[in-house]
């Protein structure tokens, strides 16, 4: 067969896949493949052309062979030896028969390597080491600082948490859940905290977490569930039937599908269990999900024990209002008029950027008038400070200013001088405490007058003209214009009622028409539409189009919320609001158009750089060598130290440690994007933009490490043959179960006990207590001490991405290598017992969604599920196992059918509780009469100004007592 007619061969396969004449096809192939090899390599250039394809071939491969085995080796997984038998030599034979034969044209030369079993003992043997001097550690620190691993009944110090100088209404913890440590913390037998972390009830992690909390745990369970239930039948129905296959594979792969003979009637078996498994999945799924969706519908009829103000249940947020109604007294006319009496209060968001920076100046010299008082309750004398001079700010503790005791113009700075009205300048020395007290004056009667300025103005609204104004009256008169002239083209619509047949269209409107006028006054119309959205957004109005408006009654709510509410889809679009410690204030003005556009701008360059991801794995393994860096002048000796091990050891590990800290980066990528880019105005939805985007970047990752080729490239070959999909997941994935095996074991024993220890806060706290003497410290600088917020955080966004990478690993593998479910599933038993142990005990929840990065997860665990179902097929095809992949194609249509069956059925009807419900609530409740209209007001509107002489006094005395 010559080349053109192989080539049309290829195109075609896919179409003869399943034809009656395969086998005659196959042999026809096979033979004329022998042919081939025994005419050729009688021709002397034909061999050197061979010998020449092959080495550069070598050198091509090499590097990324290396670098696949330093990425094994960060590990600690070891290294394959040539001499291993990985496979039967019988499937060896007849999957290159079954490439020589023309099945599968491209990405015939994968360079992935797998880890045998001998490399997997060894690693297991270190992990076991690290394992056990993780926790032995995790023992020891954890009684010796409790304030790090127990902060939810620790005490440290005797102090108590500083008010908030927010003058919103308190929005605190469930104090009862935080008072009584919810498991026994103080055992000092070593792992003694498990039992009572495993006996815990459901309630007690609900009340001490929050439903957020709650739901990922019961995730972390759902996936536990369905590794541990497919792992034992797969032990008691696949492994045996693999064991008997009869391919004599060796390894890992004497207990998988390479085990079985080609076109082997046993492919049933996997068949048939692929099927269960994706019932057994969808089954536990949907039970999951009913109870997601009863618990999300208590949350938003009843609250949660997290937050103290229901105001949340009854209150929407408004997108999208027009200029006339950017006011709370027109808002709530408006929705007053559409539901009488029902409304109790609204509030439009404004633009405040002036006063944000007020508000920051103020907590700064707040923060230095308690330093300065601390500074004199200790060392006896008053502090004084040179103006202007810097501060050093680390880890929540502010110093004193630098070179402060000495330099400056000295100016006497007593009580007789704070009646004059200047400011002492730049370079002059002054007494600290009366510097701050005075600047704290001034600073809060100049936010007192802002506070009155924008609230009247909130009420009133902004009465000043607009360019969309402008240009509106201009379009008017052009359009009244133009009808006076040409007519009403309605009425030659030939659709309306009344349409005269004998009327004809003016000459002078059918020449317009021809000639596209009807498109450039849509395009001005479209233009006018949009254009409040790009002033908003570029000149910064104070009224901006986003408001909350509370009701009276859940009926209310629930018929506002699922009621169209003008004629237009685009105003006035609504939603259930988010608990008000969930938004980010900074960015609640910003239009909802404009942040959609950027998020559209920031999925398509993120999506082409998950495209492009091999560009920077190649670029990585093209400088990070020790002949790169010796071309750096002066790091010449790297390529000759120690014989040239030192430049080993660089090429060994540089690539990896490179690579691991671009991946490490990612997430924090992601939520300088979501937060400062797209301006997300809540915390949970900056955590969902991170869970997406960054599994989507683990599934390019673990591509492009395994089939050591090019997302863009495989997306041009599978557009040129579709059926290449199959064959591209069939080839590379099977072959290195191993490699994710001890990659899942390394999480088991490496990763686990690292989220137990927590590195960053116990570095920190040692740091801090090093560094600072406790007694310089104010009560706010304790609080950041002891009971850092950003550290006490669930992070959603790095978490839950985490699971769904082992998820889909075992999904992957579940049927064609099952020894991989065993390891899946001891890491999700060790995954839920230690945040369980961290939700009871370290995490405190600053917000509150109600569980609504639950459906997300299960929404991409389902597309793990596809890919492995997709995997299976391939393989199956590549094992001449057609019909089994005939009877599997409708499982991934149905994965994705699920999909939307889940989210009609309890996403959907999630967002909000039904009219029937919301009656029999409103029946017997009071709720209403604790609502407050500054709920959703912004904290530096109803900020209040307080002093820090009382409670400083306070401290001071305990911490002199102590």
């Known amino acids: 067969m010559n080349a053109p007619q192989l080539s049309s061969f290829q195109d075609g396969h896919a179409d003869q896949l399943f034809g009656n004449d395969l086998n005659h096809q196959r042999t026809t192939i096979e033979h004329e493949s022998l042919q081939r090899r025994l005419q050729y390599p009688q021709n002397p250039q034909y061999q050197n052309q061979q010998q020449q394809m092959q080495q550069q071939q070598y050198y091509e491969n090499q590097p990324q062979q290396q670098f696949e085995q330093n990425v094994q080796s960060i590990f600690g997984i070891g290294q394959s030896q040539p001499n291993d038998e990985v496979m039967g030599s019988n499937t060896i034979n007849n999957m290159n028969n079954f490439y020589d034969g023309g099945y599968y044209g491209p990405f015939t030369a994968a360079n992935t390597k797998d880890v045998n079993t001998s490399a997997f003992l060894t690693a297991l043997c270190l992990n076991a080491v690290v394992f056990a001097v993780l926790l032995g550690s995790y023992e020891l620190f954890r009684r010796w600082f409790p304030s790090v691993y127990s902060p939810k009944s620790s005490t440290d110090g005797g102090r108590r948490t500083s008010a908030s100088l927010s003058g919103a209404l308190s929005l605190s913890r469930n104090k009862n859940a935080e008072s009584t440590p919810a498991v026994n913390i103080n055992t000092r037998l070593p792992l003694g905290w498990i039992p009572g972390v495993a006996r815990t009830s459901w309630s007690t992690v609900r009340s001490s977490g929050g439903l957020d909390s709650y739901m990922f745990l019961r995730y972390v369970r759902l996936c536990f569930r369905v590794t541990a239930t497919s792992a034992i039948w797969a032990c008691i129905i696949l492994m045996p039937v693999f064991a008997t296959g009869g391919s004599e594979a060796k390894g890992w792969y004497y207990l998988s599908m390479a085990n079985l003979l080609q076109g082997s009637s046993k492919m049933w078996i996997p068949t048939a269990f692929i099927w269960l498994q994706t019932l057994y999945v969808l089954f536990v799924m949907n039970e999951e999900y009913k109870h997601y969706f009863d618990c999300r519908v208590d949350f938003l009829a009843r609250g949660d024990g997290m937050v103290n103000c229901q105001q949340h249940m009854y209150s929407l947020i408004v997108e999208r209002i027009p200029y006339e109604l950017r006011s709370d007294r027109a808002l709530y006319d408006y929705f007053n008029r559409l539901f009488p009496r029902k409304v109790h209060s609204t509030a439009v968001v404004l633009n405040l950027p002036d006063m944000e920076r007020v508000k920051h100046k103020r907590q700064r010299v707040l923060r230095r008038l308690e330093k300065s008082t601390v500074s004199l309750e200790v060392r006896g004398r008053r502090p004084t400070h040179v103006v202007g001079r810097k501060r050093v700010r680390c880890c929540g503790i502010e110093s004193a200013p630098v070179f402060s005791s000495f330099g400056g113009k000295h100016v006497v700075d007593d009580d007789s001088v704070l009646s004059d009205n200047r400011m ?230 540089l690539p990896v440690v490179l690579l691991l800290t671009i991946i490490m980066v990612l997430p924090f990528l992601f939520y300088v994007v979501a937060l400062h880019y797209e301006d997300r105005k809540t915390q949970s939805d900056v955590q969902k933009s991170i869970i997406g985007r960054y599994f989507y970047y683990q599934l390019a990752n673990i591509y492009i490490t395994v089939t050591a080729g090019s997302i863009l490239e495989s997306l041009g070959e599978i557009a040129e043959h579709p059926s290449n999909v199959f064959a591209i997941l069939g080839k590379s994935l099977p072959n290195v179960v191993g490699y994710f095996a001890t990659f899942i074991m390394t999480k088991v024993f490496a990763g686990l006990p690292l989220i137990l220890l927590r590195v960053g806060p116990l570095f920190r706290m040692i740091f801090i207590k090093l560094l600072f003497r406790e007694k310089y410290l104010t009560q706010s600088e304790m609080d950041e001490v002891y009971h850092p917020e950003k550290f006490s955080q669930l992070w959603y966004g790095w978490e839950y991405p985490n699971l769904l990478l082992v998820i889909v690993i075992c999904f992957t593998y579940s049927c064609i290598s099952p020894i991989i479910l065993p390891v899946g599933a001891a890491y999700f038993l060790g995954a839920w017992i230690v945040y369980k142990n961290q939700i009871l005990t370290v995490y405190r929840p600053s917000y509150e969604s109600g569980g609504t990065m639950f459906p997300m997860a299960c929404h991409r665990t389902l597309i793990g599920l596809v890919c492995g179902q997709l995997t299976l097929i391939g393989y199956c095809v590549m094992r001449e196992g057609f019909y089994q992949a005939l009877l599997m194609f409708p499982l991934p249509l149905i994965s994705i059918k699920m999909m939307d069956v889940f989210k009609n059925l309890y996403v959907v009807p999630g967002t909000c509780i039904s009219v029937e419900r919301a009656v029999e609530l409103d029946a017997r409740s009071d709720a209403q009469l604790s609502f407050s209209a500054d709920v959703y007001r912004q904290p530096v509107l109803t900020e209040k100004l307080t002093e820090p002489t009382d409670f400083e006094a306070k401290t001071i005395s305990d911490r002199n007592d102590s």
């Open 424 to 653: 002492p300048q730049r370079g002059e020395k002054v007494d600290s405490i009366n510097y701050y007290n005075r600047e704290l004056a001034v600073i809060d009667e100049k936010l007192l007058k802002m506070q009155h300025e924008k609230i009247e103005l909130a009420q009133k609204g902004n009465d000043s003209v607009r360019a969309s104004q402008w240009i509106s009256h201009a379009i008017d008169r052009v359009s009244t214009a133009a009808e006076s002239t040409l007519g009403s083209p309605a009425q030659n619509d030939g659709l309306i009622t009344g349409f005269d047949p004998r009327r004809r269209k003016p000459l002078l409107l059918t020449i317009l028409d021809r000639l596209g006028i009807d498109f450039i006054s849509g395009g001005i119309a479209y233009i006018q539409q949009n254009i409040d959205e790009v002033v908003d957004s570029v000149v910064g109005a104070t009224m901006s189009s986003t408001g909350f408006i509370t009701f009276r009654d859940l009926q209310t709510v629930t018929c506002a919320v699922k009621t169209p509410l003008f004629d237009k889809p685009d105003v006035l679009v609504v939603s259930m609001a988010p608990e008000p410690r969930d938004i980010i204030w900074e960015n609640c003005h910003v239009n909802l158009g404009w942040s959609k556009g950027r998020e559209w701008t920031a999925n398509m360059l993120l999506g082409l750089g998950a495209i492009l991801w091999s560009i920077p794995v190649a670029i990585i393994q093209a400088l990070a060598t020790a002949d790169q860096i010796a071309t750096v002048p002066g790091m010449a000796w790297i390529s000759t130290l120690n014989g040239g091990a030192v430049a080993g050891f660089v090429n060994g590990y």
